[in-house]
């Protein structure tokens, strides 16, 4: 069983930047892939980044350039980095981690509040 700890968000403004942590409860470094998932109300979660056990990072449209996903195996933290951000960027934030058994972990989740 893991344990996912998300952490950073908060309300910014328009433009501004926020960076989310994501700690787990035991050691990622055998994991098939992490990823950030976000869900607004009445949406479905949807991803937004993933990291694979290899480092391949994948963004998805609307966030690249802008969103920069990382990987602490030594602290087994996953970052969210995020830029120039915008009032659609308003949702939870949730980290996820695929474990080698394809078994899928969630977070509690973090609101991103963006709005001036």
């Known amino acids: 069983q893991v344990q996912l700890v998300e952490s950073g968000g908060g309300l910014v403004q328009p433009g501004g930047s926020l960076r989310l942590s994501c700690a787990a409860s035991?050691?990622?470094?055998?994991?098939?892939?992490m990823g950030w998932y976000r869900q607004a109300p009445g949406a479905q979660r949807v991803i937004v980044a993933r990291?694979?056990?290899?480092?391949?990072?994948n963004y998805e449209d609307s966030v690249k350039g802008r969103f920069t996903i990382t990987r602490d195996d030594g602290k087994n933290t996953v970052y969210l980095h995020m830029d120039n951000l915008q009032a659609v960027d308003t949702s939870v934030y949730y980290c996820?981690?695929?474990?080698?058994?394809?078994?899928?972990?969630w977070g509690q989740g973090t609101q991103v509040t963006v709005s001036s």
């Open positions: 996820n981690l695929v474990a080698r058994d394809w078994i899928n972990y």
């Open positions: 035991g050691s990622i470094r055998n994991a098939n892939a």
């Open positions: 990291i694979s056990r290899t480092g391949t990072t």
